[in-house]
């Protein structure tokens, strides 16, 4: 695969303001309450190649906030060295301004639905979650091969049992790698490295407690949201040895040669 295009994107919420941003049906931003927020990385992982769909939903924006309250940005790097840097915008999401169609007064209600789409030359990249199986519609509370997944992962924690946990993370590492070919950073090795770090400080676990757990089926069922129904994260782990580092993360997981994978 040639890969000359690295889509990054950034969000960006304002005081007392809400969102939830999806990508292809998958979660990008899923902002726990209201509040002040931004996020911004790479994301060729979560890309088609070609036709993308960006879903938000705008929860709170209250009027004072004014422009921008809410806004979603995809762009390339033109120039990474430039000062501000040279970047090209590929789509762009905000709200209010998305309401101003010049027809009158804007309607701020929320909460507001936004479904848009944009095309993007992803060099030849299909994600493995495209093509995995569509499974059919899974319980909130999973199902027993989904339950015994993130049992597995939360265990290897418990023991500090890195090897273990890497192994179970492999597909996630592979597929950043090979969304973004060439990038250091990107390197299955490289975050490999960084996982084994972390360890090393000892993060630990609450007990799993699978009924505080949300499973949703999204991206017609090829892939399956693990969340909190509190709005924490499913893996929430301060280290031992330096409570600043913290292992903290939802989960993807997606079908994979028969069983469920974590990808993302």
């Known amino acids: 695969m040639k890969q000359a295009n690295f889509l990054f994107y950034s969000v960006n919420v304002k005081a007392a303001s809400w969102a939830r941003v999806y990508l292809n049906d998958l979660p990008l931003h899923a902002q726990k309450a209201p509040g002040v927020d931004s996020h911004s990385t790479s994301i060729n992982q979560m890309l088609l190649d070609g036709e993308n769909a960006l879903t938000v939903d705008v929860l709170a924006a209250p009027e ?26 590929v789509h762009l999401f905000s709200f209010p301004e998305v309401l101003d169609t010049g027809e009158g007064p804007k309607d701020r209600r929320v909460p507001y ?90 993060p630990r676990l609450p007990p799993l407690d699978m009924s505080a757990l949300h499973f949703a089926s999204r991206a017609n069922g090829r892939v399956v949201h693990v969340s909190r129904e509190d709005g924490g994260y499913v893996l929430n782990a301060p280290a031992e040895r330096d409570p600043r580092r913290r292992l903290k993360a939802d989960l993807l997981y997606t079908r994979h040669l028969g069983a469920w994978r974590i990808w993302g």
Not at 66 to 79: E, K, L, N, P
Not at 148 to 165: C, H, N, P, Q, W
């Open 64 to 89: 004072e906030r004014g422009a921008g309250a809410v806004s979603v940005h995809f762009y390339t790097v033109i120039d990474p060295m430039t000062k501000p840097m040279k970047i090209s915008t």
């Open 113 to 202: 639905h936004h479904e848009s789409r944009f095309t993007f030359d992803n060099g030849g990249f299909s994600p493995i979650w495209a093509s995995a199986p569509a499974e059919d519609e899974v319980d909130c509370r999973g199902t027993p091969a989904l339950r015994a997944a993130v049992t597995e992962l939360y265990e290897s924690i418990e023991r500090l049992d890195v090897d273990k946990f890497v192994d179970l993370c492999e597909l996630r590492l592979s597929e950043y790698e090979r969304a973004h070919p060439g990038v250091s950073q990107a390197r299955a090795d490289t975050r490999r490295d960084a996982l084994r770090e972390l360890f090393s400080y000892k």
